[in-house]
């Protein structure tokens, strides 16, 4: 394969047109949160039943990796984006029309089984036309562009919703998937020409022998835990309980909090391409990396949970920018699925470490909600910032089980590499790129 192949300038073409529809799937996924009064009223639900859009969407997506992965290296990267795209598409028009609350789920289910077909699909074609020490920035840069567009697409979003009404505005997000179908459609293919990968069948014991394999590469599970012990803690104050608590037990104003949670997105836009390229020339030190951003996200937490009384706004801040580094460093456990498995199983690998976020986020939402409504018999009028502090500990389990986790199988995974491939061991060690060893 080619430098002009690898890196060239099809390969960011492909790269740009394939973002272009993760960029429109983040915009999809956020889009209720700045439409939740108006659906609140149009469904005519309450908070709680609201909140049940966001966690199903989030459940679906978690549940969808695996099966999405499989079917990744069994029909290809450009594929799964076409019918990820298409399921949105027709999910947006629906949810258009929706005047009930069925069928407003029903619709946002649909939005999270297409939206969990795009991401991987995306990191799939990055470890395709791009060479190994570009792959890992190339992945944060794709990370942080999605994220940029939940706060770009904010606004115009909100706008549109009172000027031109909600479906007009639904209407027209779901016809830009039609456009960009068309850009997958001219621009994408899976490989560069004549490197195609084998083709995994869809036969059941084909499939659970390359669902095994990926599982028993200890590599596989390294990157798992290590997405699943960086970013909840990011997600459990973005999606739900980082407002209320800023708000309940450090008194910030809901403009300030606002403020503040906002440098959680901020800090991984920055801080993205920064891991990435130290990926890249030091992958033998990814895992020491990644228990690193853990040890300070838990520090932070400490001094805030810890802190007599109301916090300063600074030493919030402070928090937030270190959370937010937690989304970076769980996107090396994708680095490590693909260093770590061939690329034909590489769906599969990239769909079983997605999981581990997702499903760290939704035991830490829940966990809190649980403790919360222990503490307060379930009435969140009387939520109390000492109720708050404890509820947050929490997180502290993630963390402890994470965290030995990663260190269990970063030991597996050395030694198993020094076994099999002594010099891919050699050249981890060395800092030079590293292909797949697997």
């Known amino acids: 394969m080619t430098a002009a192949l690898l890196g060239g300038r099809r390969a960011w073409l492909v790269w740009a047109a394939a973002l272009s529809v993760y960029f429109l799937a983040v ?51 450009r594929r799964i984006l076409l019918t990820g795209l298409a399921l949105m598409t027709l999910a947006q028009v629906g949810f258009a029309f929706a005047t009930s609350y069925s069928t407003g789920l029903l619709a946002r289910t649909f939005v999270g089984i297409g939206d969990a077909m795009i991401f991987i699909s995306v990191l799939r074609l990055v470890s395709f036309w791009f060479p190994p020490l570009r792959s890992p920035v190339i992945t944060q840069l794709t990370g942080m562009i999605g994220q940029l567009g939940a706060i770009v697409a904010a606004v115009p979003l909100s706008a549109a919703l009172r000027g031109f009404g909600w479906e007009r505005t639904y209407l027209t997000a779901a016809a830009l998937g039609v456009v960009l179908a068309v850009v997958l459609l001219a621009v994408v293919r899976d490989t560069p020409a004549g490197h195609e990968p084998a083709r995994m069948p869809l036969r059941p014991r084909a499939v659970t022998a390359e669902l095994r394999q990926a599982w028993s590469q200890p590599g596989t599970r390294l990157g798992l835990w290590t997405h699943f012990t960086s ?143 222990l503490l307060t018999s379930g009435s969140p009028a009387g939520y109390a910032a000492g109720d708050f502090r404890v509820a947050m500990a929490v997180q502290y389990v993630l963390w402890a089980v994470g965290g030995l986790q990663i260190w269990r199988y970063r030991r597996r995974t050395r030694k198993d590499l020094l076994h099999r491939d002594p010099q891919g061991y050699a050249a981890m060690r060395e800092g030079r790129p590293v292909d797949a060893v697997a």
């Open 27 to 77: 915009f999809h996924r956020t889009s209720l949160g700045v439409a939740g009064i108006i659906a609140a009223d149009r469904f005519g639900v309450t908070a709680a039943q609201l909140s049940t859009f966001a966690m199903l969407q989030l459940l679906v997506y978690a549940a969808m990796q695996i099966p999405v992965g499989v079917l990744l290296d069994r029909f290809g990267p």
């Open 231 to 373: 970013q909840f803690s990011a997600n459990v104050m973005a999606l739900l309980w980082g407002f209320p608590f800023l708000v309940t037990v450090h008194d910030l104003s809901p403009g300030r909090a606002g403020l503040v949670l906002s440098l959680v997105t901020a800090s991984a836009i920055v801080v993205g391409p920064v891991i990435g390229r130290t990926v890249a020339t030091r992958p033998f030190q990814r895992s020491t990396l990644v228990l690193g951003i853990v040890s300070a996200i838990v520090v932070m937490w400490t001094v805030v949970v810890l802190w007599p009384g109301p916090a300063p706004v600074g030493v919030l801040g402070l928090l937030a920018v270190v959370v937010g580094v937690g989304g970076p460093g769980s996107m090396v456990g994708f680095d490590l699925a693909r260093t770590f498995n061939p690329s034909h199983r590489l769906g599969s690998a990239i769909g079983i470490v997605n999981v581990g976020g997702f499903v760290a986020s939704l035991l830490g939402i829940l966990g809190i909600g649980v403790v919360l409504d």
